[in-house]
């Protein structure tokens, strides 16, 4: 688990250098299936239910689970990228929110406020908590700023498999579900919109919007739950 949340953090480094203006999003997921190819990894994403692609590229108001293709990246867009590997059977998950050259300072704070939630939730990730007491952190952060949860979409158990039990919502009362036990490991994802919490699914069946249009972001680390407390297997910066 290390190894492979490793492995996707510094694929998530790499990609960071490479997003400005003038980039499409299939050049970010072909160097991204090639950076897994030379680390022996097996690209989590590819293949799974039937997606086309490497990661997820979503860019201003699309939430989650963009396909990468021939759109460029313009100055002042934000764009989300979701990325996932085995390293020898086990699975590493993570995902960052770019600006792409400078953008508005309302867009900045929503960055801002949804990789600070991420942080708020890993500080939950205690033996002896609970699970909702993850979601209640980030809710409570993400809405003391103005900002709104998506609830749809929730972060997850994640080891052999990419979606393992239990499920970790973005929100929720403290105390609830089940407890946080010694060698837990958790995938963590706020998803965080300027707008209302409603989102919708296009045509393409993958690319999830906000209804209203607004600007969305998503931050995800893979997490495991240690005696000493969580250690982040993702961030590697």
Known sequence: ?????????????????????????????????????KNDCVPAFLGYHGYPA?????????????????????????????????YKGYCGDSARTFSVGKVDKNIEKL?????????????QCRIG????????????????NGFYVVRDYVGHGIGQAMHEDPQVPNYGRPHQ???????????????????TEEVKVLQDGWTVVTKDGKFSAHFEDTIAILANGPENLTRVN
């Open 177 to 195: 579900g089940p407890r946080i036990v010694e060698g837990m490991c958790l995938a963590l994802e706020p998803m965080v919109n300027m707008g």
């Open 54 to 86: 490497t990661i997820c590229t979503s860019i201003n108001d699309e939430v989650v689970h963009g396909i990468p293709g021939k759109r460029v990246l313009e100055e002042g867009d934000i764009v989300g990228v979701d990325i996932g590997a085995y």
């Open 111 to 123: 960055l801002e406020v949804t990789f600070e939630s991420l942080n708020k939730g890993i500080d």
């Open 1 to 37: 688990m290390r190894i492979s949340g490793k492995i996707v953090g510094q694929a998530l480094v790499e990609i960071r250098a490479r997003i400005k203006p003038g980039v499409a999003t299939q050049e970010i997921d072909k160097f991204a299936y090639e950076f897994f190819k």
């Open 129 to 144: 908590n609970r699970v909702s007491d993850i979601g209640n952190a980030v809710q409570k952060y993400v809405e003391s």
